[in-house]
């Protein structure tokens, strides 16, 4: 089957490219393994969490005493707290010039390739998507902080409503509240580093012995169930204005959960982002899934690329492994949007890092002893995430001596070079970006 | 505080807690002190390899000796603590049979036996040994677990009478003409210093023994040798592996429960504490273990790991491969003129009983006692409970509804029930404590998740001992240790999963 556009790869950058090219009225056919770190770590969007201090977050949290152990302490009480939430334009005017000063020293960076505008462009493309009442907004003009499953707090930039109240937690005005048999939350963890006040739920005898993530956020999604706890919940608040849950509200509908629970409990709830899976992550996936189906892109997921046809610097087809069968899909253009070693849009052997689809070169150090440095939380990066895809100014790859490899493949997302996601908390809005800019660069390209 | 003693023991290994146990079964009552837990050195970075002796025979006939003596002693003592694997000594091509006969006829000296296996032989009982091997000759190895030994060794002495302080280090001594008189002790928890004064003071300290006679003012010959290990994520082998070979590096491959442990390497080494395992290294270890077993190569590892063997140096010989395994005893009244003072150093794991049976002696001689060891005839205490790996399983392996409460640890199977057990069975002072008694974070991902889940127990039974995620840093600065060198293939992708966790959504 003959399709405008390939794109490979069902993470946030792949699903950004995919919903760019469909907007321009392509035929599409996005394939993946699965959904990409998006089930795993994306929550919220960070889009540079490490800004320089100055431009940094407002500390949009109180802190009632100068405790130097508290997460609070750190981050000085503004003379104006934010009063009003509200959703300013795709960057806030912190974000906009600590982002645009950051780029300035970094040429090679995703962001600095896809510029200022651009960036803006496929933000304000990625909160389109999100109507109310489950969306994303920043909150006041720059990063906000959010409370962790570890009890940190974590800056990031777009977050869904479900974790608005978080950001504004004060010191000994929470409640944390877990479940007994959830193994991947522990209330009183996290209450005691935030100074707030934990409750360990017992769950009916049925699920006291062991519970996941995804069967607790379906039943989530069950009224009665949420009446129980909300009611119980209810009966154990001391006075608090604010209760923080697991990021479990359901799968879907997670603005209801939230505001029902708030009806019952008369006190604002809030998503804590947890270990693995990150089922805010699976929201956001299937609301790209169901707006790319709406709009006839052909959705192939749990498929993968089992050969590539290369003719000169064109790919002409790609062979998607179904067994026992194959299936030959044939594009005019492709994107690569893989992403990492998690991925599995790079590989590494005790040698060497390569990229198996296309085996495009990867820029990367010269041997495993500089992959990772001797301390696991060194204040540099280790130079092993540095490495990936080089591309040219349009994001198609290129080799040492600049040339484009491949005429009509588009390199997007975390398999990208010069970028460190995870330190820089860039992840999502480096995804969102470069998918945004791969499609429409192909675009550009006529067939 | 001042505490008297007839003997302190300094130095809670294999070799300090078998003294302990020795000198309990004779009546002779001891406290021992250990810096960190127990099996903090070399005791508990080893291969778990139950020695037959063979890999000693043709260089170093004395050792290999002790091996196979004190070898069917702990099949007999410690059975519980032992899995007998057999071994096998294999010929490759290039490797010279002069050597192997030469083996057979050490082994035969020795006291060794052996069983001349052809290549067929060999690779039915092991069908993944490289096929083109040359024969092998099969000797009585076994595999045991060190940690277990161990505390199986202090929970009979402490039924004994013998004490055990642990974290705590021993900052001076207070001597006079002839005699130590005082040991001045730090608690390493709470900062409490006391005295202890014993009649008779033991070094057992192992590879750090230079570094507690230098608070005597003494010094020995004592070379140190570091030898690095690697973790595979399961059983390769039935059988221990060697190479027929004089010893060199990566010749070895022991079966351990699910894993299969490939060694080692001996490197001259200055440094008892900050020695890290470089790529280098265990690329080495790949190259040569993958000789034996080809799929090495292909199987993933879980972790890299490293001990310091201290190697007594009786006079000046050429490389550390050369210097004997065997252990050493120091009266420090006739070499030193300090005559309650003993230190014992050297030697293998597998010989840490007769170790300690002569360092007992050595002090009963002291103090004018006749009587004698009796660690080689009585038993462990747990020896009645399984020790085959299938019963093991077998008990690990009930279902849910057995109860337990939550699976903590997904790789190894821990469920929350044992680790409260743990926890709640008192006298841990850190997380390493808690982690030495459980196989949390020994499974693939090496407590990526579970360290997480252990630390929101503790929470929740209200156990916590300072700020928790300053402890979660500090478990992943060390567990970066052993596996940064093995990163690559699946373990890399693992790797960026767990960063992405603990830097990422965690923001640590």
Not at chain 1, 413 to 442: F, Q, W
Not at chain 2, 215 to 231: D, E, N, V, Y
Request: one cysteine or more.
């Amino acid at each position: 089957m003959h399709f405008d556009l390939i794109v490979i790869g069902m993470g946030l950058s792949g699903l950004m490219a995919a919903k760019t090219a469909s907007e321009a009225g392509q035929k599409i056919l996005i394939i993946g393994k699965g959904m990409g770190s998006l089930s795993l770590f994306s929550n919220t969007i960070d889009v540079l969490g490490t800004i320089s201090k100055a431009m940094n977050m407002e500390p949009h949290v109180q802190t009632t005493d100068t405790n130097p152990k508290s997460p609070w302490g750190e981050h000085p009480v503004p003379e104006d707290q934010f009063a009003h939430r509200q959703v300013s334009g795709p960057l806030g005017t912190r974000m906009n010039d600590g982002l645009s000063q950051w780029m300035k020293n970094r040429p090679k960076h995703p962001y600095s390739k896809v510029g200022l505008d651009r960036i803006k462009e496929a933000l304000s493309s990625y909160i389109s998507l999100f109507p109310p009442p489950y969306s994303f907004q920043t909150v006041g003009n720059g990063n906000c902080l959010i409370p962790t499953g570890l009890g940190t707090l974590r800056p990031t930039y777009l977050i869904p409503i479900t974790m608005v109240a978080g950001t504004s937690l004060k010191e000994r005005d929470g409640l944390i509240v877990g479940f007994k048999g959830f193994k991947d939350f522990y209330a009183d963890y996290v209450a005691d580093q935030l100074n707030c006040r934990g409750l360990t739920l017992s769950l009916s005898e049925t699920f006291n012995k062991e519970i996941t993530a995804t069967a607790l956020s379906r039943l989530m999604e069950n009224e009665p169930f949420r009446e129980t706890i909300g009611r119980e919940i209810k009966e154990k608040l001391h006075g608090e204005t604010r209760v923080g849950l697991p990021a479990l509200l359901g799968v879907r509908e997670s603005w209801k959960v939230k505001k029902d629970l708030e009806e019952i409990i008369g006190a604002e709830i809030f998503e804590i982002p947890i270990l693995p899976p990150s089922i805010p992550g699976m929201r956001i996936f299937n609301r790209f899934k169901e707006w790319l189906i709406q709009k006839g892109v052909t959705f192939l997921l749990g498929h993968f690329i089992s050969k590539t046809i290369l003719k000169g610097k064109r790919c002409e087809g790609v062979h998607v492994h179904n067994p026992p069968v194959s299936y030959l899909y044939s594009a005019d253009r492709y994107i690569l949007a893989t992403g990492r070693f998690v991925g599995g849009g790079l590989v590494a052997n005790e040698k060497k890092i390569f990229e198996p689809i296309f085996n495009l070169p990867i820029t990367q150090p010269e041997s495993r002893e500089d992959w990772f440095r001797k301390s696991f939380f060194d204040d540099l990066s280790h130079s092993v995430h540095q490495a990936g895809i080089l591309t040219d100014s349009s994001f198609r790859a290129i080799n040492e001596k600049g040339e484009v490899i491949l005429e009509n493949v588009w390199v997007a997302g975390s398999i990208l070079s010069n970028h460190h996601s995870v330190d820089e908390k860039s992840r999502e809005g480096i995804e969102i970006a470069t998918g945004y800019m791969a499609a429409k660069e192909a675009l550009k390209h006529g067939a | 505080m001042k505490i008297q003693t007839e003997v302190l023991i300094v130095g809670g290994g294999a070799t300090g807690v078998g003294i302990s146990r020795d000198l309990s079964l004779r009546g002779i009552p001891s406290i021992l002190i250990e810096r960190g837990d127990f099996t903090f050195g070399a005791s508990g970075r080893n291969h778990g390899l139950l020695h037959s002796g063979g890999r000693y025979a043709v260089s170093d006939p004395e050792a290999a000796r002790e091996c196979i003596s004190e070898n069917r002693i702990l099949r007999r003592i410690a059975s519980h603590c032992i899995e007998e694997t057999e071994g096998l000594f294999i010929s490759l091509p290039g490797d010279s049979f002069d050597f192997r006969d030469q083996f057979l006829r050490a082994c035969e000296e020795t006291g060794i036996p052996t069983t001349l296996l052809s290549r067929e032989e060999a690779l039915t009982l092991e069908p993944e040994l490289n096929p083109d091997l040359l024969g092998a000759v099969k000797v009585p190895d076994g595999a045991m677990n060190p940690f277990a030994l161990v505390l199986e060794n202090a929970r009979d002495a402490e039924k004994h009478g013998a004490k055990f302080i642990l974290h705590t280090e021993v900052t001076s001594l207070q001597m006079n003409r002839d005699k130590i008189k005082g040991v001045c002790v730090k608690d390493l928890i709470n900062g409490e210093e006391y005295l202890i004064n014993p009649s008779y003071l033991i070094n057992a300290t192992g590879a750090w023994a230079n570094q507690f006679l230098k608070l005597a003012g003494l010094h020995i010959g004592l070379a140190l040798s570091k030898g690095t290990m690697i973790i595979t994520n399961q059983r390769l082998n039935q059988r221990v592996i060697n190479r027929c070979r004089l010893p060199s590096d990566g010749d070895i491959i022991v079966p351990n429960d699910t894993v299969s442990i490939l060694g080692t390497t001996s490197i001259r080494s200055e440094e008892i504490e900050n020695f890290e395992v470089t790529p280098a290294e265990v690329s080495l270890l790949i190259q040569e273990t993958s000789k034996m077993i080809p799929a090495i190569q292909e199987t993933r590892l879980i972790r890299a790991y490293a001990g310091i063997r201290p190697l007594f140096q009786s006079e000046e010989k050429g490389g550390h491969r050369e210097i004997s395994r065997g252990f050493t005893l120091i009266d420090h009244g006739k070499r030193d003129g300090l005559k309650n003072f003993i230190t014992i150093t050297g030697g293998k794991f597998v010989t840490y009983r007769l170790m300690a049976e002569k360092t007992s002696d050595l002090v009963c001689q002291k103090m004018g006692i006749d009587t004698s060891c009796s660690t080689h005839l009585k038993p462990l205490p747990g020896i009645s409970e399984p020790s085959k790996l299938k019963d093991r399983l077998k008990k690990i392996g009930q279902p849910a509804t057995a109860g337990g409460g939550e699976i903590l640890c997904d790789c190894e199977w821990i469920r929350r029930e044992e680790v409260e057990g743990v926890l709640t069975e008192g006298k841990l002072k850190d997380l390493q404590d808690i982690l030495h008694r459980t196989r949390l974070a020994k499974g693939t991902c090496q407590g990526g998740f579970c360290i997480y889940r252990l630390l929101g127990v503790l929470h929740d039974l209200r156990m916590t001992r300072g700020d928790s995620n300053k402890m979660l840093k500090g478990f992943l600065e060390e567990r970066w240790k052993g596996i940064r060198p093995i990163l690559w293939g699946p373990s890399l992708k693992e790797e960026e999963f767990i960063e992405s966790i603990y830097k990422g959504i965690f923001n640590l």
